[in-house]
Each structure stands twice: as C-alpha cells, then as structure tokens.
C-alpha cells in the first residue's frame, strides 16, 4: 500500500511538473507572438549603431573611382536606370529593363554589366568573390550599400512599363507559389502566411504587402552572425539553399523575377536599408 501511495504522489509530481512547464511554454509562445518582436528588441539594442557604414563608405569609394583596365568611374558612366551616376532613388525602382541589355535587371546584374562595359572588369574576375567571406571582400556587397543607402525614405515604385516587366512579375509569383525539392517546399511555405518564426526571427508575409514593404525595405542588410553585409541576391541564394533546391545561380532570371515579384508587393514602402540583421 505504502508502494502505491508513493507511486501515486511521484505521478502527481510529474503532472505538476509538466504542467507547469506546458503554462510556460504558452506563456512564452504567446509573449513571443505578440506585439513584442525579440528581433526588435535585439535591433533596439545597437540604436542608431550599424556596422554597414563600412560598407557604405567603402561603396562610395568604388563608385566614385576610376578602376578597372579601361580607368573609368562608374560615376561619370554607369546608368541604374536614373540617368548616368545618379544613385539616389536608384534602389527604389530597381529591377527594370534595360534597353542596351535587352534585359530585365537588379542592382547587382546591373553593376556587374557597368563593370564589365565600361570598367572594363572580367565577369568572373567579378563574381570570384560575389559574397563577402574570410578575407576577401566583396565589390558587389559594398557598391550596392552605397546605392541603396542612397535611397533611404524615397517610396518604391517600378516602372512596369516595359512587357519584359510585366512578364518578370508573373514568373516571380509563379516562382513564390512553386512547390519543389525533398520536402516539398516553397518560398511561401514560409513566407506566404503571417506569424510564423523560426528560432528568434519572425518570417514575414512577402504575399501581403504590409509584410513585403517591412522586409524588403531593409535589404540589403548587415548581417551581425556572420559579420558581412549581404545583398537581396544572397538573401534569396540562401532561402533556396534551406529548400535543398539546386543552387541559385547568380543574376540568373529566376533570381531576377523573383526580386521583381517581392519589390513589387512591397510597393509604396520607403526603403530603410541597410537594415540590421540577426
């Protein structure tokens, strides 16, 4: 009897102790899916500090030099679709056709054709070191902070005028939506509803707009894990990567499209990057 009465109150301890823990973790669960964002409460805590002001700086530099075999300045010869050297609001209507490429292009596709036509660079000299990693440092990374620094607060509006535009936005959706892989994923698995997380980081809804203009305003971004800035084409090579897709290749159209599809949702959004990331 005695043997029972003991097994008994060991049970009650257990189901104490489980619920406990259960009222914690919905206490916890509920504390992190309100209002109360950990990320941003992680971002408060850098304040106006962002390491992306290397980037920036050193962007500038490149952009204002004169480089490459040719020794031009992308300045005084690269055009981001704003006129000649203008970069500021260049971001905020980016991608867009080109009519000397024939081609549909984002930031980095189109300042690798500057450095290639006008600098005078190699393609693969270029893309040898398209990410930021050990000690090499990427042109890319650093060249697009500048730019997109240069539009912060101007709103984002895509031209949508040419059919290669329209077209763009339609594959990127198609793209968005597109199950595929091992496990069946797509980018709207996780981004295509609100409130989900993973770890600490709230994913957002790109399929909504409110959700797109948060996220996409705030690439390219400064990663603090990895202590690299990183562009929107490393942001979307990563996010296929963790489907377990084949590789994304850089400046490839479906990377192109995608960027288009996501830009466009976030219409109307003022950019606000760099942004600082986990």
């Not at 209002?35 to 409460?41: F, G, K, L, R, V």
């Not at 549909?104 to 190699?122: H, P």
């Not at 995608?258 to 109307?268: D, V």
Request: net charge positive; with cysteine; hydrophobic share 40%.
């Amino acid at each position: 009897m005695k043997t029972a009465t003991k097994h008994r109150a060991l049970w009650l301890l257990m189901l104490a102790v489980a619920a406990t823990g259960l009222a914690a973790s919905m206490a916890w669960a509920q504390s992190t899916t309100s209002s109360t964002d950990p990320m941003a409460e992680y971002n408060q805590m850098f304040g106006d500090d962002n390491p992306a002001v290397f980037w920036i700086t050193r962007g500038k530099g490149l952009w204002e030099d004169a480089r490459g075999p040719n020794k031009v300045s992308l300045a005084k010869t690269c055009d981001l679709g704003m006129g000649v050297g203008v970069v500021k609001g260049a971001y905020a209507h980016l991608p867009r056709y080109f009519a000397d490429t024939g081609k549909v292009q984002d930031l980095e596709t189109r300042l690798v054709t500057c450095m290639t036509t006008k600098q005078g660079f190699k393609r693969a000299a270029i893309l040898k070191h398209k990410y930021g990693e050990d000690n090499n440092k990427s042109d890319l990374e650093a060249l697009s902070a500048y730019i997109v620094d240069a539009s912060k607060g101007v709103p984002i509006s895509l031209p949508m005028k040419h059919p290669q535009e329209r077209r763009a936005y339609e594959i990127g959706k198609a793209i968005f939506y597109y199950h595929a892989g091992p496990h069946d994923f797509a980018c709207s698995s996780c981004h295509g509803q609100p409130g989900k997380r993973i770890r600490l980081g709230m994913l957002p809804d790109l399929a909504s707009a409110k959700g797109a203009r948060e996220a996409y305003t705030t690439w390219p971004a400064y990663r603090v894990s990895q202590g690299e800035l990183r562009t929107m084409e490393w942001r979307l090579h990563s996010c296929v990567r963790q489907q377990r897709l084949p590789e994304l290749k850089f400046g490839s159209q479906a990377a192109i499209d995608l960027t288009m599809f996501l830009a466009k949702n976030a219409e109307g959004g003022k950019m606000n990057a760099p942004g600082l990331k986990r």
